[in-house]
C-alpha cells in the first residue's frame, strides 16, 4: 500500500515532491525502456472501432504509462527519456511524459495491492465487455444518470444492460455504437448526472481536475478506469476520486490471454 503522505494528494507537483522524499533511491533510477504502442480495434460484431496512442516507462520493474494525442509525443522525445533518472522526467515540459514518469516510480515502489480482478482469456470483444461489467460495478447501486468521459462501447452497452442513463463526452466527439452523438464539453453534460466514469487519458490532457473538483464539491461518485496513471491515481482515491480501475501496463487489448486490473475504493466515512 501507498503510505499515508502519498493518499489524497491530486496536484502531480506536490505529489511529485512527496515521492522523491518517500522513496528517493527509487526515483533516482533511470528509464531503462521508453516505448509508445499504436493501437486500433473494431472488436467483432461491433461497427465502430477506435484507436489508443500510450506512452510507457520502464522503471525498475514497473511500467508507466499515459495515452497521448497521436503526434504529440515525437520519437525523439520517446528516446531521450532512456537513461535520464526518473525524477528528472517528473519536470518534463510534456505532460504525458510527466504523468508516465510518476507512474512508473510510484508502481515500482509500491506495487499495487487493491483488489486483484482477472479479466478472463477470450477474443477482443469478450475482453473488452469482461472489463467494463469490473468497471462500472465500482459505481454501486442507485446510479441513474452517469457522465462517461473517454467513450468505450463496452462500457456504454453494460450500462445499458444495467437501466442506467448516460451522457457520452470525448473529446474527438463521434457517435457511439448506438447512433448517439458523443459531446465534446463534459462540463456542459455535469447538470443531471449523478455519477461520473472517466477515463485516465483525463489525467495526461489535464482535463481530470475540474470534474473532479465538481464532483467533491457535489458529493457525486467519480470512478476512474485508468491504464494512463494506474499508479498515480491510486493517491488521489478519498479527494473526490471514490473508486479506481487501476490497469497496469500490459492492457487488456494487447492479447487474448488473462489479463489483471486492480480496484480501489475510499474508505466509508
Known amino acids: 500500500m501507498i503510505p499515508e503522505s502519498l493518499c489524497r494528494v491530486t496536484d502531480l507537483t506536490e505529489?511529485?515532491?512527496r515521492v522523491r522524499?518517500?522513496?528517493?533511491?527509487?526515483?533516482?533510477?533511470?528509464?531503462t525502456v521508453a516505448?509508445?504502442?499504436?493501437?486500433?480495434?473494431?472488436?467483432a460484431g461491433r461497427r465502430t472501432g477506435y484507436r489508443n496512442h500510450v506512452l510507457?516507462?520502464?522503471v525498475g520493474a514497473a511500467v508507466g504509462s499515459a495515452a497521448v494525442a497521436p503526434g504529440s509525443v515525437g520519437d525523439e522525445a520517446v528516446h531521450a527519456c532512456v537513461g535520464t533518472p526518473a525524477e528528472t522526467l517528473f519536470e518534463h515540459p510534456l505532460l504525458p511524459v510527466r504523468v508516465a514518469a510518476l507512474d512508473a516510480v510510484l508502481a515500482a515502489a509500491w506495487p499495487h495491492a487493491g483488489e486483484r480482478v482477472t479479466v478472463p482469456g477470450?477474443?477482443?470483444?469478450?475482453?473488452s465487455e469482461a472489463r467494463a461489467a469490473a468497471v462500472v460495478e465500482l459505481l454501486g447501486s442507485g446510479v441513474r444518470t452517469v457522465l462517461v468521459v473517454g467513450v468505450v462501447n463496452s462500457l456504454l452497452r453494460v450500462l445499458r444492460a444495467r437501466g442506467i442513463g448516460y451522457r457520452a463526452c470525448d473529446h474527438t466527439g463521434g457517435r457511439t455504437e448506438w447512433g448517439e452523438p458523443i459531446g465534446t464539453d463534459a462540463a456542459a453534460a455535469l447538470p443531471g448526472c449523478d455519477a461520473l466514469l472517466v477515463s485516465g487519458m483525463t489525467l495526461a490532457?489535464?482535463?481530470?481536475?475540474?470534474?473532479?473538483?465538481?464532483?467533491?464539491?457535489?458529493g457525486l461518485p467519480l470512478v476512474v478506469f485508468a491504464q494512463t496513471g494506474a499508479a498515480v491515481l491510486r493517491c488521489f482515491v478519498g479527494a473526490g476520486v471514490t473508486a479506481l480501475?487501476?490497469?497496469?501496463?500490459?492492457?487488456?487489448?494487447?492479447?487474448?490471454?488473462?489479463?489483471v486490473l486492480h480496484r480501489y475504493r475510499q474508505e466509508a466515512a
Open 21 to 31: 522524499a518517500a522513496a528517493p533511491a527509487v526515483a533516482a533510477e533511470p528509464v
Open 245 to 259: 480501475s487501476a490497469e497496469p501496463y500490459p492492457f487488456f487489448w494487447l492479447d487474448g490471454g488473462p489479463s
Open 205 to 218: 490532457n489535464g482535463t481530470l481536475e475540474p470534474l473532479r473538483g465538481y464532483a467533491a464539491a457535489h
Open 15 to 17: 505529489l511529485a515532491g
Open 122 to 127: 477470450g477474443d477482443s470483444r469478450a475482453k
Open 35 to 43: 516505448f509508445t504502442t499504436h493501437q486500433g480495434a473494431q472488436h
Open 56 to 58: 510507457s516507462l520502464r
